[in-house]
């Protein structure tokens, strides 16, 4: 059975950003915070580096009811027991991985346009990532950044719960409130905060507040 995922506050782990202090602990800061789900992203080292690292994140968020997300290797996220899996457009087509998976894993899709949402499989999908919001240096391949009307637009066109991710920390998120989003990601706000229990707090007090004017 599938856990159910709450994406108010997602965190994206950078291994990079999180440095000695390792993922895992930085995850077991950030979910005292407020994090509400974790998707891991380990671009570097090989498979079993990979699944090192969603092993130890799922031991530090069991019994958290905190979802744990794979990005993009689905091989992974089965043998580690991960809760779902995020995929990009161009990873695998999210309706084979849906077939190849069931209904148990959690899908998600990033999507930068309102095209790729009319093209998403909504049958398929359990989520969407929308961004990038503003310009990020994790990812400096991804699409234009959308800015806050843009998300709006593409948030407009969805059936599916949305996340903004790109750019996000405490001092933005308050300009995505009232946007039809189910939530924001974030990767280097907490990833590379000093404090990232406080740095999730932060972001969780900022999301409560006033949406935009």
């Known amino acids: ?28 800061a950030a ?6 789900a974790v998707q891991v992203r380990a671009k570097d080292g090989g498979d079993r580096d ?11 968020l069991r019994g958290t009811g905190v979802a744990l997300l794979v990005d993009d290797a689905v091989d992974v996220a089965l043998l580690a027991g991960a809760d779902g899996v995020h995929l990009g457009q161009s990873d695998l087509p999210v309706a084979e991985v849906r077939r190849l998976v069931g209904p148990d894993l959690l899908l998600g899709l990033s999507v930068s346009s309102v095209e790729e949402v009319r093209a998403a499989p909504a049958d398929a999908v359990d ?10 240096p994790t990812k400096p391949l991804a699409a234009p950044p959308l800015g806050p009307a843009g998300v709006a637009a593409v948030v407009a066109a969805a059936s599916l719960p949305c996340v903004a991710i790109g750019g996000v920390h405490a001092g933005t998120v308050g300009e995505l ?4 989003l189910a939530g924001v990601c974030v990767v280097s706000a907490v990833c590379a905060a000093p404090d990232p229990e406080v740095a999730a707090r932060d972001l969780r007090a900022a999301w409560s507040g006033p949406g935009p004017a």
């Open 127 to 136: 989520y969407l990532g929308v961004g990038p919001v503003w310009a990020t």
């Open 1 to 28: 059975m599938r856990r159910p995922l709450d994406p108010t506050l997602t965190l994206v782990t950078d291994t990079g950003l999180c440095g000695p202090r390792g993922v895992p602990a930085v995850v077991r």
């Open 31 to 36: 979910v005292a915070g407020g994090v509400s």
């Open 177 to 180: 409130r009232g946007r039809g």
């Open 50 to 60: 990979r699944l090192a690292v969603v092993r130890s994140v799922a031991d530090v």
